[in-house]
C-alpha cells in the first residue's frame, strides 16, 4: 500500500492503494509509520504524495463502519501517533497534493510541514453529512491551519474548495500546474535538507509549541533555542561562511 523511494537526501513515501482513491486503513497507517521511520533514519527531509488520480480520499468508511467505540478510539490515537512521528520529528516533511485531499487525507496532510497543491486538487472533510467526526488530528491541526469557522463550515455543509481557496486559507503554501507537485515538493524538500538538522529540528519542532503558549513564555523559549542553534558547529561555520561572502545573500523573489 506504500512505496518508498530516496532520492539523495530525500525520502519520498507514496501512497498506493488507487482503486480506493487511497483510501487510508488501519494497515495503511502501520506502513505509512514504517516508512516514516525508514526516513527518519536514512534522510533529511521527506515527502508524501499519492500515486493514481488522487492524493487520498479519506477514511476507509467500510472498516470503520466495523469497530466497536473502544476500537474506533484506538484507531483515532494510532492516526495520532504516527502523524505526530512526522509533525514532531527529526526531519521536515513535504506534501504533494492533486485531486482529492478528503476526511483524512486532509489530515494526513495537515500533518506535514509544507503542502504543495496541484490545480486539480480539491479539498473537503465531509465528516459531518457522514454523522462521524474528523479522528486523524484534524480538529487540531486543520483547525489550527484555517481557522476554526471555516472547519466548522466544511463539517456541517460537506463544502469542498479548490486549490486557490485553499491557498488562501493557508491549507496549502504553494499551488502549481497539473501534474507539478511532485516535482515541486521534492525540490522544496531537497533545499531544506541542505539545512543545519538542528536548525530544521528547531523550526519544525519549536515553532508549533511556541504557538502553543502564553506570549512572554513563548519569547522566553525562543531566546533559549535562538541562542542555541546559533552555538553549534554548523551555524558558527555558516554564519563565518556569510560574513567572509563565501555565501549568498538573499535575494527577492524570482531572482537568483
Same mark, same amino acid.
Given at each position: 500500500?506504500?512505496?518508498?523511494?530516496?532520492?539523495?537526501?530525500?525520502?519520498?513515501?507514496?501512497?498506493?492503494? /488507487? *482503486?480506493?482513491?487511497?483510501? $487510508?486503513?488501519?494497515?495503511?497507517? @502501520?506502513?505509512?509509520? #514504517? &516508512?516514516? !521511520?525508514?526516513?527518519?533514519?536514512?534522510?533529511?527531509?521527506?515527502?508524501?504524495?499519492?500515486?493514481?488520480?488522487?492524493?487520498?480520499?479519506?477514511?476507509?468508511?467500510?472498516?470503520?463502519?466495523?469497530?466497536?467505540?473502544?476500537?474506533?478510539?484506538?484507531?483515532?490515537?494510532?492516526?495520532?501517533?504516527?502523524?505526530?512521528?512526522?509533525?514532531?520529528?527529526?526531519?521536515?516533511?513535504?506534501?504533494?497534493?492533486?485531486?482529492?485531499?478528503?476526511?483524512?487525507?486532509?489530515?494526513?496532510?495537515?500533518?506535514?510541514?509544507?503542502?504543495?497543491?496541484?490545480?486539480?486538487?480539491?479539498?473537503?472533510? /465531509? *465528516?459531518?453529512?457522514?454523522? $462521524?467526526?474528523?479522528?486523524?488530528? @484534524?480538529?487540531?491541526? #486543520? &483547525?489550527? !491551519?484555517?481557522?476554526?469557522?471555516?472547519?466548522?463550515?466544511?463539517?456541517?455543509?460537506?463544502?469542498?474548495?479548490?486549490?486557490?481557496?485553499?491557498?488562501?486559507?493557508?491549507?496549502?503554501?504553494?499551488?502549481?500546474?497539473?501534474?507539478?507537485?511532485?516535482?515541486?515538493?521534492?525540490?522544496?524538500?531537497?533545499?531544506?535538507?541542505?539545512?543545519?538538522?538542528?536548525?530544521?529540528?528547531?523550526?519544525?519542532?519549536?515553532?508549533?509549541?511556541?504557538?502553543?503558549?502564553?506570549?512572554?513564555?513563548?519569547?522566553?523559549?525562543?531566546?533559549?533555542?535562538?541562542?542555541?542553534?546559533?552555538?553549534?558547529?554548523?551555524?558558527?561555520?555558516?554564519?563565518?561562511?556569510?560574513?567572509?561572502?563565501?555565501?549568498?545573500?538573499? &535575494?527577492?523573489?524570482?531572482?537568483?
Amino acid at each position: 500500500m506504500v512505496t518508498y523511494e530516496l532520492r539523495g537526501d530525500v525520502a519520498l513515501i507514496g501512497l498506493n492503494r /488507487p *482503486e480506493k482513491r487511497n483510501a $487510508i486503513s488501519d494497515r495503511f497507517v @502501520g506502513e505509512i509509520e #514504517a &516508512a516514516v !521511520l525508514r526516513a527518519r533514519s536514512e534522510a533529511r527531509a521527506g515527502v508524501i504524495h499519492g500515486h493514481g488520480k488522487h492524493f487520498c480520499a479519506g477514511l476507509d468508511l467500510a472498516e470503520h463502519v466495523q469497530k466497536t467505540p473502544l476500537q474506533g478510539v484506538e484507531g483515532s490515537r494510532k492516526w495520532h501517533d504516527v502523524f505526530t512521528l512526522m509533525e514532531f520529528g527529526r526531519i521536515p516533511w513535504f506534501c504533494a497534493l492533486h485531486g482529492a485531499v478528503v476526511g483524512g487525507g486532509l489530515e494526513l496532510a495537515s500533518a506535514t510541514h509544507v503542502r504543495v497543491a496541484d490545480e486539480t486538487a480539491f479539498f473537503a472533510l /465531509p *465528516e459531518g453529512t457522514r454523522g $462521524i467526526f474528523v479522528g486523524g488530528g @484534524g480538529s487540531v491541526r #486543520a &483547525a489550527r !491551519l484555517m481557522g476554526v469557522a471555516r472547519m466548522t463550515d466544511m463539517m456541517l455543509t460537506g463544502r469542498s474548495v479548490d486549490a486557490e481557496t485553499a491557498e488562501r486559507w493557508n491549507l496549502v503554501q504553494y499551488v502549481v500546474p497539473e501534474g507539478r507537485a511532485l516535482e515541486k515538493a521534492v525540490e522544496l524538500a531537497a533545499r531544506a535538507a541542505t539545512n543545519a538538522d538542528f536548525s530544521n529540528y528547531a523550526v519544525i519542532n519549536a515553532l508549533p509549541r511556541i504557538q502553543a503558549m502564553a506570549r512572554d513564555d513563548g519569547l522566553f523559549v525562543e531566546s533559549f533555542i535562538s541562542s542555541f542553534s546559533a552555538t553549534t558547529p554548523e551555524a558558527e561555520e555558516r554564519l563565518r561562511a556569510f560574513l567572509e561572502k563565501r555565501a549568498g545573500k538573499v &535575494a527577492a523573489p524570482g531572482r537568483s
